[in-house]
Protein backbone atom coordinates (compact mmCIF):
# COMPACT_ATOMS: atom_id res chain seq x y z
CA UNK A 1 0.00 0.00 0.00
CA UNK A 2 1.02 3.90 -0.39
CA UNK A 3 0.36 6.23 1.85
CA UNK A 4 -1.38 9.92 0.75
CA UNK A 5 0.39 12.54 -0.42
CA UNK A 6 -1.60 14.69 1.88
CA UNK A 7 0.32 16.22 5.40
CA UNK A 8 0.27 13.29 7.99
CA UNK A 9 -2.58 14.35 10.10
CA UNK A 10 -4.14 11.78 12.79
CA UNK A 11 -8.04 12.25 12.62
CA UNK A 12 -10.54 10.87 15.04
CA UNK A 13 -12.15 8.07 13.05
CA UNK A 14 -16.07 9.76 14.13
CA UNK A 15 -14.81 12.61 11.84
CA UNK A 16 -15.09 10.30 8.98
CA UNK A 17 -18.33 9.18 7.33
CA UNK A 18 -20.02 6.41 7.35
CA UNK A 19 -18.14 5.20 10.36
CA UNK A 20 -17.60 1.52 11.79
CA UNK A 21 -20.80 0.61 13.77
CA UNK A 22 -20.23 1.53 16.78
CA UNK A 23 -21.25 -0.05 20.22
CA UNK A 24 -22.87 -2.99 18.27
CA UNK A 25 -21.21 -5.91 19.41
CA UNK A 26 -22.34 -7.14 23.13
CA UNK A 27 -19.58 -8.98 25.78
CA UNK A 28 -20.06 -12.09 24.61
CA UNK A 29 -20.04 -11.39 21.01
CA UNK A 30 -16.40 -9.22 22.02
CA UNK A 31 -15.30 -12.27 23.77
CA UNK A 32 -16.36 -14.16 20.98
CA UNK A 33 -13.17 -12.21 18.56
CA UNK A 34 -11.23 -13.55 20.82
CA UNK A 35 -12.14 -16.83 21.23
CA UNK A 36 -12.62 -17.32 17.46
CA UNK A 37 -9.24 -15.87 17.31
CA UNK A 38 -7.43 -18.59 19.73
CA UNK A 39 -9.22 -21.34 17.90
CA UNK A 40 -8.83 -23.42 21.18
CA UNK A 41 -9.65 -26.67 18.92
CA UNK A 42 -6.53 -25.93 17.16
CA UNK A 43 -4.34 -26.75 20.30
CA UNK A 44 -5.88 -30.75 20.63
CA UNK A 45 -6.00 -31.32 16.95
CA UNK A 46 -2.39 -29.89 16.48
CA UNK A 47 -0.05 -27.93 18.46
CA UNK A 48 -0.47 -30.01 21.52
CA UNK A 49 2.12 -32.30 19.25
CA UNK A 50 5.04 -29.44 19.35
CA UNK A 51 4.84 -29.66 23.39
CA UNK A 52 4.02 -33.00 24.02
CA UNK A 53 7.17 -33.51 22.32
CA UNK A 54 8.91 -31.42 24.70
CA UNK A 55 7.25 -31.22 28.49
CA UNK A 56 6.33 -34.92 27.94
CA UNK A 57 3.52 -35.90 30.70
CA UNK A 58 4.11 -32.34 31.89
CA UNK A 59 2.26 -30.81 29.27
CA UNK A 60 -0.44 -29.87 31.40
CA UNK A 61 2.29 -27.52 33.05
CA UNK A 62 3.61 -26.32 30.32
CA UNK A 63 0.04 -24.82 29.73
CA UNK A 64 -0.66 -23.47 32.74
CA UNK A 65 2.96 -21.48 33.03
CA UNK A 66 1.89 -20.28 29.59
CA UNK A 67 -2.03 -19.12 30.92
CA UNK A 68 -0.12 -17.29 33.39
CA UNK A 69 2.20 -15.75 31.21
CA UNK A 70 -0.83 -14.62 29.46
CA UNK A 71 -3.37 -13.27 32.21
CA UNK A 72 0.37 -10.86 32.84
CA UNK A 73 0.15 -9.76 29.47
CA UNK A 74 -3.77 -9.63 29.60
CA UNK A 75 -3.51 -7.00 32.83
CA UNK A 76 -1.42 -4.63 30.75
CA UNK A 77 -3.44 -4.65 28.17
CA UNK A 78 -6.55 -4.11 29.78
CA UNK A 79 -5.00 -1.00 31.58
CA UNK A 80 -4.68 0.85 28.00
CA UNK A 81 -8.19 -0.91 26.30
CA UNK A 82 -9.64 0.86 29.65
CA UNK A 83 -8.40 3.99 28.66
CA UNK A 84 -8.55 4.11 24.68
CA UNK A 85 -11.24 2.61 23.00
CA UNK A 86 -9.86 2.49 19.64
CA UNK A 87 -10.67 0.01 16.21
CA UNK A 88 -6.52 0.51 15.80
CA UNK A 89 -5.78 -0.59 19.06
CA UNK A 90 -2.30 -1.59 19.55
CA UNK A 91 -1.23 1.28 16.63
CA UNK A 92 -2.89 3.57 18.62
CA UNK A 93 -2.18 2.38 22.32
CA UNK A 94 1.68 2.34 21.68
CA UNK A 95 2.00 5.13 19.14
CA UNK A 96 0.11 7.78 21.94
CA UNK A 97 2.79 6.47 24.37
CA UNK A 98 6.19 5.94 22.76
CA UNK A 99 5.52 7.85 19.66
CA UNK A 100 4.86 7.79 16.13
CA UNK A 101 7.36 5.30 14.78
CA UNK A 102 6.87 2.67 18.01
CA UNK A 103 2.96 2.95 16.90
CA UNK A 104 3.72 2.33 13.68
CA UNK A 105 6.34 -0.95 14.14
CA UNK A 106 3.51 -1.98 16.13
CA UNK A 107 0.60 -2.17 13.75
CA UNK A 108 2.74 -3.41 10.87
CA UNK A 109 3.47 -6.19 13.28
CA UNK A 110 -0.03 -6.80 14.11
CA UNK A 111 -1.26 -6.92 10.46
CA UNK A 112 1.76 -9.50 9.87
CA UNK A 113 0.07 -11.01 13.02
CA UNK A 114 -3.07 -11.79 11.97
CA UNK A 115 -2.84 -11.86 8.46
CA UNK A 116 -0.21 -14.70 8.31
CA UNK A 117 -2.24 -16.47 11.54
CA UNK A 118 -5.22 -16.49 8.72
CA UNK A 119 -2.90 -18.24 6.48
CA UNK A 120 -1.67 -20.36 8.63
CA UNK A 121 -4.74 -21.93 9.60
CA UNK A 122 -5.88 -22.31 5.84
CA UNK A 123 -2.93 -24.96 5.41
CA UNK A 124 -4.59 -26.25 8.65
CA UNK A 125 -7.85 -26.36 7.36
CA UNK A 126 -7.27 -28.48 4.66
CA UNK A 127 -5.06 -30.79 6.52
CA UNK A 128 -7.99 -30.93 8.39
CA UNK A 129 -10.63 -31.90 5.49
CA UNK A 130 -8.40 -34.04 3.99
CA UNK A 131 -8.11 -35.96 6.86
CA UNK A 132 -11.36 -35.44 8.02
CA UNK A 133 -12.45 -37.37 4.68
CA UNK A 134 -9.99 -40.06 5.12
CA UNK A 135 -11.00 -41.33 8.63
CA UNK A 136 -14.85 -41.44 7.01
CA UNK A 137 -14.31 -43.39 4.38
CA UNK A 138 -14.24 -40.31 1.74
CA UNK A 139 -10.19 -39.97 0.52
CA UNK A 140 -11.13 -39.97 -3.15
CA UNK A 141 -12.85 -37.02 -2.82
CA UNK A 142 -10.38 -35.06 -1.57
CA UNK A 143 -10.90 -31.71 -3.28
CA UNK A 144 -7.64 -29.73 -5.17
CA UNK A 145 -5.78 -27.82 -2.31
CA UNK A 146 -5.26 -24.53 -4.35
CA UNK A 147 -9.54 -24.54 -5.53
CA UNK A 148 -9.78 -24.94 -1.64
CA UNK A 149 -7.85 -22.74 -0.18
CA UNK A 150 -9.62 -19.81 -2.26
CA UNK A 151 -13.18 -20.95 -1.46
CA UNK A 152 -12.59 -21.42 1.81
CA UNK A 153 -11.03 -17.76 2.67
CA UNK A 154 -13.94 -16.47 -0.05
CA UNK A 155 -16.45 -17.53 2.45
CA UNK A 156 -14.79 -16.58 5.00
CA UNK A 157 -14.37 -12.70 3.59
CA UNK A 158 -18.25 -13.13 2.81
CA UNK A 159 -19.27 -13.62 6.55
CA UNK A 160 -16.52 -10.65 7.65
CA UNK A 161 -17.99 -8.31 5.01
CA UNK A 162 -21.16 -8.61 5.72
CA UNK A 163 -21.80 -7.29 8.93
CA UNK A 164 -19.34 -7.46 12.58
CA UNK A 165 -22.14 -8.65 15.25
CA UNK A 166 -22.81 -11.68 12.57
CA UNK A 167 -19.57 -12.29 11.87
CA UNK A 168 -18.71 -12.15 15.91
CA UNK A 169 -21.94 -14.67 16.76
CA UNK A 170 -20.95 -16.93 13.89
CA UNK A 171 -17.21 -17.13 15.11
CA UNK A 172 -17.94 -17.87 18.87
CA UNK A 173 -21.11 -20.22 17.66
CA UNK A 174 -18.64 -22.23 15.31
CA UNK A 175 -15.81 -22.73 18.21
CA UNK A 176 -18.89 -23.59 20.74
CA UNK A 177 -19.90 -25.80 18.44
CA UNK A 178 -16.26 -27.68 18.06
CA UNK A 179 -15.21 -27.35 21.79
CA UNK A 180 -17.86 -29.10 22.84
CA UNK A 181 -17.47 -31.86 20.16
CA UNK A 182 -13.83 -32.43 21.49
CA UNK A 183 -15.38 -32.28 25.28
CA UNK A 184 -17.74 -34.80 24.35
CA UNK A 185 -15.28 -37.29 22.59
CA UNK A 186 -12.92 -36.49 25.65
CA UNK A 187 -15.31 -37.80 28.14
CA UNK A 188 -16.13 -41.02 26.31
CA UNK A 189 -12.12 -41.77 25.92
CA UNK A 190 -11.92 -40.98 30.04
CA UNK A 191 -14.86 -42.71 30.22
CA UNK A 192 -12.69 -45.85 28.38
CA UNK A 193 -10.21 -45.57 30.27
CA UNK A 194 -12.23 -45.63 33.53
CA UNK A 195 -10.51 -42.62 35.79
CA UNK A 196 -9.39 -39.33 35.50
CA UNK A 197 -6.62 -40.15 38.17
CA UNK A 198 -2.71 -40.11 36.87
CA UNK A 199 -0.14 -39.60 39.64
CA UNK A 200 2.34 -40.33 36.88
CA UNK A 201 1.89 -36.81 35.20
CA UNK A 202 2.70 -34.97 38.76
CA UNK A 203 5.86 -37.09 39.30
CA UNK A 204 9.50 -37.35 37.25
CA UNK A 205 8.47 -33.51 35.85
CA UNK A 206 11.42 -32.98 33.40
CA UNK A 207 11.26 -28.67 33.97
CA UNK A 208 14.03 -28.12 31.26
CA UNK A 209 11.50 -29.68 28.94
CA UNK A 210 8.43 -28.09 30.08
CA UNK A 211 10.57 -24.47 29.83
CA UNK A 212 11.58 -25.50 26.05
CA UNK A 213 8.12 -25.97 25.61
CA UNK A 214 6.77 -23.15 27.07
CA UNK A 215 7.10 -20.57 23.52
CA UNK A 216 5.01 -23.46 22.07
CA UNK A 217 2.59 -23.39 24.84
CA UNK A 218 2.26 -19.51 24.16
CA UNK A 219 1.34 -19.66 20.42
CA UNK A 220 -1.75 -21.85 21.73
CA UNK A 221 -3.03 -18.33 22.77
CA UNK A 222 -2.30 -15.99 19.96
CA UNK A 223 -4.99 -14.11 19.19
CA UNK A 224 -6.66 -13.72 22.55
CA UNK A 225 -6.02 -9.88 22.01
CA UNK A 226 -7.72 -9.48 19.12
CA UNK A 227 -11.26 -8.12 21.33
CA UNK A 228 -9.34 -5.07 21.68
CA UNK A 229 -9.04 -4.24 17.92
CA UNK A 230 -13.00 -4.12 18.04
CA UNK A 231 -12.80 -1.23 20.25
CA UNK A 232 -15.52 1.22 18.15
CA UNK A 233 -17.68 -1.53 17.83
CA UNK A 234 -17.93 -2.89 21.28
CA UNK A 235 -20.51 -1.83 23.69
CA UNK A 236 -19.10 -0.24 26.77
CA UNK A 237 -15.78 -0.84 25.42
CA UNK A 238 -13.91 0.72 28.45
CA UNK A 239 -14.90 -2.42 30.19
CA UNK A 240 -16.32 -4.72 27.76
CA UNK A 241 -12.99 -5.11 25.96
CA UNK A 242 -10.38 -5.61 29.13
CA UNK A 243 -12.75 -8.23 30.44
CA UNK A 244 -12.96 -9.76 26.71
CA UNK A 245 -9.58 -10.11 26.54
CA UNK A 246 -9.14 -11.29 30.56
CA UNK A 247 -11.86 -13.89 30.40
CA UNK A 248 -10.35 -15.70 26.81
CA UNK A 249 -7.28 -16.13 28.37
CA UNK A 250 -8.58 -17.68 31.32
CA UNK A 251 -11.16 -19.73 29.85
CA UNK A 252 -8.49 -21.45 26.77
CA UNK A 253 -5.79 -21.62 29.80
CA UNK A 254 -8.03 -23.81 31.44
CA UNK A 255 -9.13 -25.37 28.63
CA UNK A 256 -5.44 -25.93 27.56
CA UNK A 257 -4.48 -27.48 30.97
CA UNK A 258 -7.27 -29.96 30.95
CA UNK A 259 -7.61 -31.33 27.82
CA UNK A 260 -3.31 -31.88 27.58
CA UNK A 261 -3.79 -33.70 31.08
CA UNK A 262 -6.70 -36.03 29.07
CA UNK A 263 -5.16 -36.29 26.52
CA UNK A 264 -1.81 -37.82 27.94
CA UNK A 265 -4.10 -39.73 29.98
CA UNK A 266 -5.87 -41.14 27.11
CA UNK A 267 -2.24 -42.73 25.59
CA UNK A 268 -1.18 -43.96 28.68
CA UNK A 269 1.32 -41.29 29.32
CA UNK A 270 3.82 -42.39 26.33
CA UNK A 271 3.42 -38.47 25.53
CA UNK A 272 5.78 -39.12 22.81
CA UNK A 273 2.68 -40.96 20.90
CA UNK A 274 1.87 -37.65 20.86
CA UNK A 275 4.52 -35.56 20.09
CA UNK A 276 5.45 -37.83 17.35
CA UNK A 277 2.05 -37.28 15.54
CA UNK A 278 0.38 -35.18 12.84
CA UNK A 279 -2.86 -35.87 14.42
CA UNK A 280 -2.44 -35.91 18.07
CA UNK A 281 -5.73 -35.94 19.38
CA UNK A 282 -6.73 -39.12 16.78
CA UNK A 283 -4.47 -41.30 18.81
CA UNK A 284 -6.32 -40.76 21.78
CA UNK A 285 -9.54 -41.96 20.28
CA UNK A 286 -7.40 -44.28 18.73
CA UNK A 287 -6.02 -46.09 22.02
CA UNK A 288 -9.42 -46.07 23.04
CA UNK A 289 -10.76 -47.85 20.74
CA UNK A 290 -12.87 -45.11 19.35
CA UNK A 291 -11.61 -45.01 15.53
CA UNK A 292 -14.52 -43.17 14.08
CA UNK A 293 -14.18 -40.30 16.56
CA UNK A 294 -11.60 -39.41 14.32
CA UNK A 295 -13.64 -38.16 11.35
CA UNK A 296 -15.67 -36.42 14.20
CA UNK A 297 -12.56 -33.98 15.44
CA UNK A 298 -11.43 -33.53 12.11
CA UNK A 299 -14.78 -31.85 11.24
CA UNK A 300 -14.96 -29.84 14.71
CA UNK A 301 -11.62 -28.98 13.73
CA UNK A 302 -12.32 -27.73 10.51
CA UNK A 303 -15.00 -25.57 11.89
CA UNK A 304 -12.93 -24.05 14.55
CA UNK A 305 -10.61 -22.89 11.74
CA UNK A 306 -13.52 -21.30 9.60
CA UNK A 307 -13.76 -19.40 12.89
CA UNK A 308 -10.16 -18.33 13.21
CA UNK A 309 -9.45 -17.51 10.16
CA UNK A 310 -12.65 -15.01 10.27
CA UNK A 311 -11.71 -13.41 13.87
CA UNK A 312 -8.02 -12.91 12.10
CA UNK A 313 -9.57 -11.34 9.34
CA UNK A 314 -11.88 -9.39 11.07
CA UNK A 315 -8.83 -7.95 13.03
CA UNK A 316 -6.35 -7.60 10.79
CA UNK A 317 -8.92 -5.61 8.85
CA UNK A 318 -9.34 -2.91 11.71
CA UNK A 319 -5.38 -2.64 11.68
CA UNK A 320 -5.33 -1.61 8.52
CA UNK A 321 -8.53 0.40 8.80
CA UNK A 322 -7.66 2.09 11.73
CA UNK A 323 -3.85 3.44 10.31
CA UNK A 324 -5.00 4.21 6.91
CA UNK A 325 -7.53 6.93 8.82
CA UNK A 326 -4.31 8.10 10.92
CA UNK A 327 -2.29 7.86 7.15
CA UNK A 328 0.22 5.45 7.80
CA UNK A 329 -1.10 3.46 4.43
CA UNK A 330 -3.51 4.83 2.01
CA UNK A 331 -6.14 6.23 2.67
CA UNK A 332 -8.63 4.06 0.47
CA UNK A 333 -8.01 1.49 3.37
CA UNK A 334 -10.09 3.55 5.29
CA UNK A 335 -12.97 3.19 4.02
CA UNK A 336 -16.56 2.03 5.57
CA UNK A 337 -19.54 -0.10 3.64
CA UNK A 338 -22.23 2.13 3.32
CA UNK A 339 -24.64 -0.63 3.76
CA UNK A 340 -22.64 -3.14 6.32
CA UNK A 341 -20.68 -0.43 8.09
CA UNK A 342 -17.42 -2.67 8.19
CA UNK A 343 -13.91 -1.41 6.14
CA UNK A 344 -14.42 -3.23 2.91
CA UNK A 345 -11.64 -1.91 1.41
CA UNK A 346 -9.11 -3.06 4.12
CA UNK A 347 -10.79 -6.80 4.46
CA UNK A 348 -10.60 -7.03 0.57
CA UNK A 349 -6.95 -6.24 1.03
CA UNK A 350 -6.32 -8.67 4.07
CA UNK A 351 -8.00 -11.45 2.01
CA UNK A 352 -6.15 -10.93 -1.37
CA UNK A 353 -2.71 -11.08 0.73
CA UNK A 354 -4.28 -14.57 2.16
CA UNK A 355 -5.24 -16.47 -0.94
CA UNK A 356 -1.79 -15.00 -2.57
CA UNK A 357 0.70 -16.53 0.32
CA UNK A 358 -1.23 -19.61 0.57
CA UNK A 359 -0.66 -20.50 -3.19
CA UNK A 360 2.61 -19.27 -3.17
CA UNK A 361 3.34 -22.11 -0.33
CA UNK A 362 1.52 -24.74 -2.92
CA UNK A 363 4.82 -26.41 -3.24
CA UNK A 364 5.66 -26.86 0.32
CA UNK A 365 3.91 -29.71 2.17
CA UNK A 366 1.00 -28.17 4.16
CA UNK A 367 1.70 -29.00 7.68
CA UNK A 368 5.37 -27.83 6.74
CA UNK A 369 3.61 -24.62 5.30
CA UNK A 370 1.31 -24.40 8.83
CA UNK A 371 4.45 -24.57 11.00
CA UNK A 372 6.23 -21.73 8.97
CA UNK A 373 3.83 -19.66 8.78
CA UNK A 374 2.78 -20.08 12.49
CA UNK A 375 6.05 -19.07 13.65
CA UNK A 376 6.65 -16.20 11.59
CA UNK A 377 2.87 -15.30 12.94
CA UNK A 378 4.12 -15.62 16.65
CA UNK A 379 6.85 -12.91 16.18
CA UNK A 380 4.81 -10.32 15.79
CA UNK A 381 2.62 -11.09 18.39
CA UNK A 382 5.28 -11.38 20.78
CA UNK A 383 6.76 -8.18 19.64
CA UNK A 384 3.56 -6.15 20.23
CA UNK A 385 2.85 -8.47 23.50
CA UNK A 386 6.25 -6.87 25.06
CA UNK A 387 5.98 -3.48 23.90
CA UNK A 388 2.66 -3.05 25.90
CA UNK A 389 3.56 -4.37 28.80
CA UNK A 390 6.40 -1.65 28.73
CA UNK A 391 3.90 1.02 27.62
CA UNK A 392 1.12 0.64 30.47
CA UNK A 393 3.60 1.49 33.53
CA UNK A 394 4.66 4.91 30.99
CA UNK A 395 1.25 5.72 30.19
CA UNK A 396 -0.28 5.51 34.08
CA UNK A 397 2.83 7.84 35.26
CA UNK A 398 1.92 10.32 32.43
CA UNK A 399 -1.33 10.46 33.95
CA UNK A 400 -0.61 10.14 37.59
CA UNK A 401 -1.87 6.83 38.44
CA UNK A 402 0.92 4.81 38.73
CA UNK A 403 1.25 1.96 41.79
CA UNK A 404 3.55 -0.47 42.56
CA UNK A 405 1.13 -3.41 41.49
CA UNK A 406 1.09 -1.76 38.01
CA UNK A 407 5.02 -1.64 38.10
CA UNK A 408 5.14 -5.66 39.52
CA UNK A 409 2.59 -6.56 36.21
CA UNK A 410 4.80 -4.70 33.90
CA UNK A 411 7.57 -6.42 34.96
CA UNK A 412 6.29 -9.85 35.20
CA UNK A 413 4.99 -9.37 31.63
CA UNK A 414 7.90 -8.14 29.71
CA UNK A 415 10.17 -10.72 31.43
CA UNK A 416 7.97 -13.71 30.56
CA UNK A 417 7.77 -12.15 27.01
CA UNK A 418 11.74 -12.07 27.07
CA UNK A 419 12.13 -15.90 27.95
CA UNK A 420 9.46 -17.10 25.26
CA UNK A 421 10.97 -14.52 22.59
CA UNK A 422 14.63 -15.97 23.86
CA UNK A 423 13.49 -19.60 24.09
CA UNK A 424 11.95 -19.25 20.23
CA UNK A 425 15.76 -17.88 19.18
CA UNK A 426 17.67 -20.94 21.39
CA UNK A 427 19.10 -23.07 20.93
CA UNK A 428 19.04 -22.11 17.61
CA UNK A 429 16.45 -24.38 15.78
CA UNK A 430 16.60 -26.42 12.46
CA UNK A 431 16.05 -24.57 8.59
CA UNK A 432 14.16 -23.75 7.68
CA UNK A 433 12.95 -22.43 11.13
CA UNK A 434 16.09 -20.33 11.74
CA UNK A 435 15.76 -18.44 9.04
CA UNK A 436 12.23 -17.23 10.25
CA UNK A 437 13.22 -14.70 12.52
CA UNK A 438 15.63 -13.12 10.12
CA UNK A 439 12.39 -13.18 7.80
CA UNK A 440 10.26 -11.27 10.50
CA UNK A 441 13.49 -8.88 11.41
CA UNK A 442 13.02 -7.81 7.37
CA UNK A 443 9.68 -7.33 7.46
CA UNK A 444 10.24 -4.97 10.64
CA UNK A 445 12.91 -3.44 8.62
CA UNK A 446 10.31 -2.44 5.74
CA UNK A 447 8.12 -0.82 7.69
CA UNK A 448 10.62 1.49 9.19
CA UNK A 449 11.63 2.25 5.92
CA UNK A 450 8.55 3.14 5.46
CA UNK A 451 8.31 5.38 8.00
CA UNK A 452 11.20 6.70 6.72
CA UNK A 453 9.56 7.65 3.42
CA UNK A 454 6.19 9.03 5.23
CA UNK A 455 8.57 11.37 7.45
CA UNK A 456 10.06 13.04 4.18
CA UNK A 457 6.59 13.67 3.10
CA UNK A 458 5.39 15.88 5.84
CA UNK A 459 8.85 16.66 8.41
CA UNK A 460 5.97 17.53 11.18
CA UNK A 461 5.46 13.99 11.70
CA UNK A 462 7.32 13.84 14.77
CA UNK A 463 4.73 15.84 16.44
CA UNK A 464 2.01 13.37 16.15
CA UNK A 465 2.23 11.31 19.04
CA UNK A 466 1.25 14.84 20.70
CA UNK A 467 -1.64 14.56 18.62
CA UNK A 468 -2.01 11.30 19.51
CA UNK A 469 -2.12 11.58 23.23
CA UNK A 470 -4.18 14.82 22.85
CA UNK A 471 -6.93 12.59 20.87
CA UNK A 472 -9.93 10.98 22.36
Not at 105 to 130: E, N
Request: charge should be positive; hydrophobic fraction near 55%.
Amino acid sequence: MSASSEPISLINDDAVSPSLRGGSLSFIETLGQSIANISPTFTPALNISVVAGLAGNASWLAYLIGTIGMLLVAGNIGILAKRHPMAGSYFVYIGRTLGPFAGLIAGWSMIAAYIVTAIAVVFGAGIFLDNMLTALGFAAFVPNRAAFYVVFTLLVAAAAYSDVRLSSRMGLILEGVSLAIIAAITVLVLMRHGTAVDPQQFVNIKFGGVMGALAFSVFSFVGFESAASMGKEARNPTQTVPRAIMMSAILAGGFFVVIAYCMVLGVADKADVIGNSAAPFSEITKAAGLTWAGGVVYFASLISAFACTLACINASSRMVFSMSRYQFLHASAGAVSQKHQTPHIAIAASTALTILVTLLFLPADPLNAFGYTGTFATFGFLVVYMLMCVVAPVELKRAGELKAKHIILSAAGVLVMAFVIFGSLYPIPSAPYNYIPYLFGGYLLIGAVWYGVLTQRNKNITLNNVMLLDME
